[in-house]
């Protein structure tokens, strides 16, 4: 194409060829400029990553009416480099910290993480696992009878979300309950936020202990939780009395709550029948969620 910058520059009917030359370069070269936005809109277009919507466990309903959890539904985005990069952090893996961080990135509906139960955090887990690196998880399992440990390749698709009593399900996230002792009180199944004060809590007391050399970390273990998980004792909800409640409450009454807590808590069945090749003996077991969960490639 000829730039005018020639010996005919100044002749009229030069010019005009010129400016229409000008007027047909600007043109192409909005052209080029509006195709270019056009390709750059469809590149970014194509780095908007899939995202996909889990049904939660809990249905919604041990959230309040307004919460954005209620609809019972959640949408994730699939694991990208970001995200990998979380789990390879040695800083937030060693704080223990790095899945809750994880989810939390993939979590695209908006709401508070600590408000989520943690039944329905298992299902997100279990669902960006298998979005992530697929069905097949491989670990290590150690035999209930023997001890012996083996590695188990396990299909994530294979485990359903657990039987609950659905219908005693309710916004408030409260539930009362008839001790075999008579006592009535009112417990909540735990979300991410009690976790996370649970896991303080041990950890405060293990410290202690480390110091002191006392041996009751089991014990302590349970209390706290049961503390966690009570929220009323004969209509009182002083934190003090609860806590000392919890302390002294009888096996029987503890067994009785913990059963009643299994029936009404949503989250996904990881049971599994395992055959241990050492011993032979067949066990109920949980799936257990170790490093290779998130970690596929790390050596089992
Ligand atoms: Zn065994």
Not at 12 to 41: F, G, R, W
Not at 254 to 269: T, Y
């Amino acid at each position: 194409m000829k730039t005018g910058f020639d010996d005919d520059y100044n002749s009229l009917n030069k010019k005009d060829e010129l400016n229409n030359q000008i007027n047909e370069l600007q043109s192409t070269k909005q052209k080029t400029v509006l195709e270019n936005a056009k390709t750059k809109k469809n590149l970014s277009q194509e780095f908007i990553y899939p995202t996909e919507i889990i049904t939660l466990p809990s249905k919604g309903l041990v959230y309040p009416e307004d919460h954005p959890l209620r609809s019972g539904q959640i949408e994730i985005k699939q694991m990208t480099t970001k995200e990998e990069e979380i789990l390879s952090s040695p800083n937030l893996v060693q704080k223990g910290i790095a899945i809750d961080k994880l989810l939390q990135e993939l979590i695209v509906t908006e709401f508070d993480f600590g408000d989520l139960l943690l039944g329905d955090k298992n299902a997100i887990m279990l669902a960006a696992r298998i979005l992530a690196y697929g069905k097949d998880y491989e670990t290590r399992v150690t035999c209930p009878v023997c001890n012996e440990n083996q590695v188990e390749i396990f299909d994530l698709l294979m485990f359903d979300e657990k039987e609950v009593e659905e219908s005693q399900l309710n916004s408030k996230n409260e539930y009362e309950f008839i001790l075999p002792s008579g006592i009535n009180i009112k417990f909540k199944l735990l979300t991410q936020r009690d976790e996370r004060q649970i896991e303080d809590e041990l950890r405060f007391y293990k410290q202690l202990q480390a110091k002191s050399k006392v041996k009751d970390a089991v014990q302590k273990d349970l209390s706290i939780r049961l503390k966690s998980v009570i929220i009323e004792v004969n209509d009182n909800r002083d934190k003090n009395y609860i806590k000392s409640f919890a302390e002294k409450m009888s096996s029987r009454d503890s067994l009785a709550l913990r059963k009643r807590i299994k029936e009404l808590n949503p989250g996904i069945d990881l049971t599994y029948a395992f055959e241990c090749i050492s011993c032979g003996t067949q066990s109920l077991i949980n799936v257990p969620i170790t490093v290779h969960f998130f970690w596929p490639d790390a050596r089992v």
